[in-house]
């Protein structure tokens, strides 16, 4: 991880935090693991879906998945779980809870 968080300019005093799960419990605590017979099949043993979470105070706030039927890994269509979407779901998130503090 140290190497990804490198290649990804991510300094040490960042907020960002990179973390592996090289035994899948956060996966499968998380609900996360793929059970698609595609990736199995080809030796990709307890993969997990791609998803971004957002979190506030340690409450889950926002949660996108990237699965299809026709792309059940997300590589296809990442889309919802890229940062340009977590944005606009985070900007969403904060404009409808300031609605409701006034």
């Not at 300094?11 to 996966?27: A, F, N, Q």
């Not at 996360?32 to 971004?52: D, Q, T, W, Y």
Request: hydrophobic residues 40%; contains cysteine.
């Amino acid at each position: 991880m140290d190497a990804w968080s490198k290649d990804q300019g991510i300094l040490d005093e960042s907020i960002i935090k990179l973390m592996g799960d090289p035994y899948g419990e956060v996966t499968a605590a998380l609900d996360m693991e793929m059970l698609h017979s595609g990736p199995k099949s080809v030796g990709l043993i307890n993969r997990c879906k791609r998803f971004a979470l957002y979190f506030v105070d340690g409450v889950l706030q926002v949660k996108r998945i990237a699965e299809a039927d026709d792309d059940p890994a997300g590589d296809d269509k990442p889309d919802v779980t890229l940062a340009e979407a977590m944005i606009d779901a985070i900007t969403e998130l904060n404009n409808a809870s300031s609605k409701d503090e006034l």
